[in-house]
């Protein structure tokens, strides 16, 4: 605002708002409003769960998940297979996997990708650890789940290579048409993967 | 997440985050994460910036504003017009009139407007202080800002009605043609409304 209409406080709460991925100067506005209208229902429990986030939430020594316990309630999970390590970008991937409820194994979540152009290396990421679990661990399988991104794509590649003298099969996900897409609105890439891994009827 | 697979805390976070207007389940996942990836820069300045507005921020007894001094920066302002007063639904409303920097007079925020289906009546807005202010003080104009919706138009005749035994000019805002609008895209209710209120070129 150009001119001052209201307090200071709520002018700091609004910027910090914004910087939420999916909050605008706009909608931040909106939604400062709307908890500061809801104080007691909404403000107030807010202000208490970032309490507790500050104080308890940290990063898996394991892998890399974000939880109030470590080894992580994954890492943890006696019910999952400990031969198979799935290996992420981000926690965000981790959870949208699980969410899938497909895969049983292990997870390992680098903290973003290898990039030339962002000066990021194999030592800006999770990967020694990864290298390590490999070697100590009992692991069969390598599944590697990064975005189908240039990006996501370099550092499987080079994962693998880093992988090549453990006796280790790494895996990757299929691509296809995704389930409930429609054709027409597919890019060529995708279409020519989906037909290649023809599969019987 | 069917299956848990981190805190109980950030659950509560995420759940907390997707209650704001603008952020569903997704988004608000994306931001829990931002928000924990970025502690230091985000989560602990956020949760000050909450517990300052919990601790001043309140209603200004004058008009409805929202603000950490009563009467608010607005009413308290004594460059401002004190001879006409803006009636808005809501403090959002408010904030957006200052954005437009074409008015210095006085607000009053309802709080929402008259709704039969809501079961929303006079008493549940805050009306009788706008007649009072309307009483007391000395002034010329009321300026009806609702929105143009049934319920604000009728909440703003309902309010003409109550102001008729006063001595005070009341006025609304014009309609027409948004700035940087086309044609092409307006409803008729509109251009019927630009051609009738057209002005001399």
Redesign the interface.
């Known amino acids: 605002?150009?001119?001052?209409?209201?307090?200071?406080?709520?002018e700091?709460?609004i910027q910090?708002?914004a910087?939420?991925?999916?909050?605008g100067p706009r909608?931040a506005?909106?939604?400062a409003?709307?908890?500061?209208k809801k104080?007691e229902q909404?403000?107030?429990?807010?202000?208490a769960?970032?309490?507790?986030?500050?104080e308890?939430?940290g990063i898996c020594s394991t892998c890399g998940?974000?939880?109030?316990?470590d080894p992580?309630?994954?890492c943890s999970d006696s019910r999952r297979d400990r031969t198979i390590i799935c290996v992420v970008e981000?926690?965000?991937d981790?959870?949208a996997l699980?969410?899938a409820?497909a895969y049983k194994g292990q997870y390992h979540v680098l903290g973003g990708t290898l990039s030339a152009i962002d000066g990021i290396g194999p030592e800006d990421l999770n990967l020694p650890k990864l290298i390590a679990r490999v070697g100590e661990e009992n692991i069969a399988e390598v599944l590697l789940a990064m975005n189908a991104t240039v990006d996501g794509q370099t550092t499987a590649h080079y994962i693998t290579d880093q992988l090549d003298s453990h006796n280790v099969k790494v895996s990757r996900l299929a691509h296809g048409v995704p389930v409930g897409g429609e054709l027409d609105y597919l890019d060529e890439g995708t279409l020519a993967a989906a037909i290649k891994a023809r599969r019987p009827f």
Chains 1, 2 share one sequence.
């Not at 605002?1 to 709520?10: A, F």
């Not at 909404?42 to 202000?47: H, K, N």
């Not at 769960?49 to 500050?54: N, V």
Request: net charge positive; glycine share 6%.
């Open positions: 605002m150009n001119q001052r209409v209201t307090g200071v406080e709520i700091r709460l910090l708002l910087k939420l991925p999916g909050l909608s506005r909106r939604a409003l709307h908890l500061i104080k909404l403000l107030a429990p807010l202000q769960a970032i309490g507790d986030t500050l308890k939430v998940n974000i939880d109030s316990v992580c309630t994954v981000e926690v965000g981790l959870w699980e969410r409820a």
